[in-house]
């Protein structure tokens, strides 16, 4: 992870979009529908109309300081210790969230294949991929990612091919029978996971090669239209094979896969296809461990930030063991305090920036006239 490091705008963009789907995919249905029913999807788009918003603020800045992470952006424009103060909770919620994917990994594991393993086997596993991972560099888990996101969605498309024979579309209606106020709520919950987190992503723009900066706001903004599109698509397969129920079973595609039975030849196959959803679990921890390294290295003016791999993994392992010990407790403050937390954390400090960029930039074109 040096500073010669660069891919190309395609390469980040597929990150981007593992970032987004990676862990998504298999949480969000579920809770979402259980919150707004059959408007799940409306939901989706509501949340996708806001993450846009926060993306469109995410590349103004990068066109304005193309060679800076949000660290160094904050630096030039509010300075050292208002930066360094601003973004205290900004990487204390990134070493929670990095928790909390792999927390998320073990009550996957729990819940349906590894039900005798003890959770600290998992997550201590998971931890040390993740940090040999990140530390091989941006480049090496790019060309990753073009394998890896390819496998996951082979597999997510499969999954609602084989169930087809399964649909309702009449389970679909009616689409809002409780009103908007639970839609709204859904929304604001999809906002925070996964929406808010593409704010983190600003750490390392800069490794897109100079070339290809004038075309990466386009791939960036398509790979989420590509992410909600899917999450809509996991939602409405869903509701349409499991109707009512389709909201009270945890990783929907998982139990969608369970359900797959063509003439005693393809049966079973739920293992394959929950180890392929772990990809996402596990590559998006491995980019979020990256970001949260890069941040550091910036905050604290680090020359090697390769050392700290494993001493941080290390701090979000105990903190995956430590932090949420009851399933209950995860799913309370993944649908209440977690969306808040990432606004707060997250977008506040990039529209604080923003703010301040626009109007020191509108000074300088006034003082140049």
């Not at 596990?282 to 003016?301: E, G």
Request: charged share 10%; proline share 4%.
């Amino acid at each position: 992870m040096n500073k010669q490091e660069r891919i190309s705008s395609v390469q980040m963009t597929l990150l981007f979009l593992f970032f987004m789907t990676g862990s998504s995919i298999v949480i969000v249905p579920a809770p979402l529908t259980n919150l707004a029913g059959n408007g799940a999807w409306i939901s989706l788009l509501m949340a996708l109309a806001l993450g846009m918003l926060l993306l469109a603020g995410v590349l103004y800045l990068y066109r304005q300081y193309p060679k800076l992470s949000l660290v160094e952006q904050g630096h030039l424009v509010l300075g050292h210790g208002a930066t360094f103060v601003l973004l205290i909770p900004f990487t204390c919620v990134m070493f929670w969230n990095v928790a909390g994917i792999v927390i998320e990994i073990g009550t996957f594991f729990k819940s349906t294949m590894l039900k005798e393993t003890p959770t600290y086997a998992v997550n201590t596993l998971f931890f040390v991929t993740i940090a040999l991972t990140a530390m091989a560099g941006i480049e090496v888990m790019a060309r990753m990612a073009t394998i890896l996101l390819a496998l996951m969605f082979t597999f997510i498309v499969l999954v609602w091919v084989l169930v087809a024979n399964l649909y309702h579309p009449e389970y679909l209606l009616p689409v809002m029978p409780d009103g908007i106020g639970p839609i709204l709520h859904a929304a604001y919950v999809v906002y925070g996971f996964p929406f808010s987190e593409l704010v983190v992503f600003s750490i390392i723009l800069p490794f897109v090669r100079s070339e290809d900066t004038s075309r990466l706001g386009k791939h960036m903004y398509v790979a989420l239209v590509v992410n909600a599109m899917t999450l809509v698509a996991s939602v409405i397969c869903s509701i349409m094979v499991l109707g009512p129920l389709s909201g009270d079973l945890k990783y929907s595609l998982y139990q969608l896969a369970r359900l797959i039975f063509i003439q005693e030849i393809i049966e079973r196959i739920e293992s394959v296809i929950g180890f392929s959803l772990i990809i996402g679990f596990y590559f998006k921890a491995s980019i979020l461990l990256l970001i949260l390294i890069r941040v550091l290295k910036d905050m604290l003016r680090l020359k090697n930030e390769k050392l700290l791999a494993f001493p941080v993994a290390f701090i979000c392992l105990l903190l995956s063991l430590t932090t949420y010990t009851k399933e209950s407790e995860l799913e309370e403050v993944v649908n209440i305090t977690w969306p808040l937390l990432n606004n707060m954390a997250y977008s506040l400090p990039l529209l604080l920036i923003i703010v301040v960029t626009f109007f020191r930039s509108k000074r300088n074109k006034q003082q140049q006239v």
